[in-house]
């Protein structure tokens, strides 16, 4: 696992994945590839939907290489699946 210091996103989050679920057409397509391949591929923070002033700007979390590759693998397997 690699540290990588991330901003943090506040508000509504239900996007974050989004572009991943239209490429695997389906949530539940999706969740079982991010489960098997991919479960630690989020490189992202995620805040809630409450801001102060005291709200921190940045946070540090660990990511899984090998993750992000099966994730960049994922994807380009489901562009490939399009254009056929």
Known sequence: MERRRVQI?????DGAWSAQILLARSPA?????KT???P???DQAFGGC??????PLDALIF?????????EEWQKERRADRQE
């Open 63 to 71: 990511v899984c290489p090998t993750c992000l590759v099966g994730l």
């Open 9 to 13: 996103t506040y508000g509504d989050y």
């Open 29 to 33: 397509a999706f969740l079982a590839a």
């Open 40 to 42: 630690h591929a989020m």
């Open 50 to 55: 409450l801001v102060t002033d005291t709200s």
């Open 36 to 38: 098997a391949r991919f």
